[in-house]
């Protein structure tokens, strides 16, 4: 099983800019996807950005232009993103779509970091 420890949320003025990391760990055969998903309160999660193994990414068009997503090695993914609104402040979650040792599709959450954008 894959475990996702995220880090570098906070607090940040709207313009400003901040760094999510996320790390995996644990055991798989292949981590196929990594991505950043958000929730804010009252609404349903929502995804963000995402990257393959193939480095092709995905963003939601709310955040095209202003976040970049990208993998720094097979077991790790970054968000950068700047010009940060109101609007971004949420929960945000680190989600793996990976391969178990026996081949089966799985799918596993970070514990979630806070980002509130606020002046």
């Known amino acids: 099983q894959v475990q996702l420890v995220e880090s570098g949320g906070g607090l940040v003025q709207p313009g400003g800019s901040l760094r999510l990391s996320c790390a995996a760990s644990g055991s798989a055969f292949r981590i196929n996807a990594l991505g950043w998903y958000r929730q804010a309160p009252g609404k349903q999660r929502e995804l963000v950005a995402d990257i393959t193994s193939g480095v092709r990414t995905n963003y939601a068009d709310s955040v095209k232009g202003r976040f970049t997503i990208s993998r720094d090695n097979a077991r790790s993914v970054s968000l950068q993103m700047n010009s940060l609104k109101p609007e971004d402040t949420a929960v945000y979650y680190c989600?793996?779509?990976?391969?178990?040792?026996?081949?089966?599709?799985?799918?596993?959450w970070g514990q979630g970091t806070q980002v509130t954008v606020s002046s």
């Open positions: 989600n793996a779509e990976y391969q178990d040792l026996g081949g089966s599709s799985r799918l596993s």
